[in-house]
């Protein structure tokens, strides 16, 4: 089975400064997507980005950019001008493309405060 | 777009008592949807998959008696925890997807406390 996993149970930035969560993942499979996912003391997930395998560019939506390197297998998130609003856990997923696509393995989570 | 809603958000019951819990897709048609347990300060672990007209997928482990799935139609998903006791308090989150290649969208999720 897939495993994703996020070393980093806990990190601190300044806000407007800029932070990187860790992730590594183990498969076999090419074809995959990832995905980072946000999770705020309301507990609603909340899509942040996401990556297809296939793609060498890395995926950015506004102040959220990632660093996704195939090789290595490894998929950080990295979020620049930090707000107060970015305090939340952070899930990093994966899912295959090839088989039981429909499935998500999700990291253990790291808590990020965001200081004023 | 894409809103999942789950409901209610927080249950407290005594023991014994059997829980339902719904996942909505409001805006769009789920072809599959997904439950999930999360502990605190832990990540989701997934129970079941489920897709319309069909029978739940459960993961290892998790007992098809005790978590009784049911997705009746493309927009209704639910969840009851049968005769529950106190081992089964915890957060419980849907999901739900278009299709396969596309992001799950995840409901609030729900508190259930048993006493």
């Known amino acids: 089975a897939q495993t994703v996993t996020q070393s980093q149970p806990e990190m601190s930035v300044q806000e407007a400064e800029t932070v990187t969560l860790s992730c590594t993942y183990d498969?076999?499979?090419?074809?995959?997507?990832l995905f980072w996912y946000k999770q705020p003391p309301s507990r609603q997930m909340i899509l942040v980005i996401r990556q297809e395998a296939y793609k060498q560019q890395n995926a950015t939506e506004n102040r959220f950019s990632v660093n996704f390197q195939k090789a290595a297998k490894s998929f950080s998130l990295k979020i620049s001008d930090s707000q107060l609003g970015d305090a939340a856990m952070y899930f990093c997923a994966y899912r295959s493309g090839e088989y039981n696509f429909n499935k998500f393995y999700f990291g253990s989570g790291t808590k990020l405060n965001v200081k004023p | 777009g894409a809103v999942v809603s789950q409901h209610p958000s927080r249950v407290i019951c005594k023991s014994g008592t059997s829980v339902k819990i719904e996942c909505r897709s409001l805006?769009?048609?789920?072809?599959?949807m997904f439950w999930y347990r999360q502990f605190p300060k832990q990540s989701l672990m997934l129970m079941a998959t489920s897709n319309e007209g069909s029978k739940a997928t459960y993961e290892q482990g998790v007992e098809k008696d005790k978590f009784l799935i049911n997705h009746a139609s493309l927009t209704l998903s639910t969840l009851t925890v049968t005769s529950a006791h106190p081992e089964d308090s915890s957060f419980y989150i849907c999901s739900a997807q278009t299709y396969s290649n596309q992001p799950q969208h995840f409901g609030d999720g729900t508190r259930l406390s048993i006493l």
């Open positions: 805006d769009f048609q789920a072809t599959t």
């Open positions: 498969t076999s499979e090419s074809d995959y997507y």
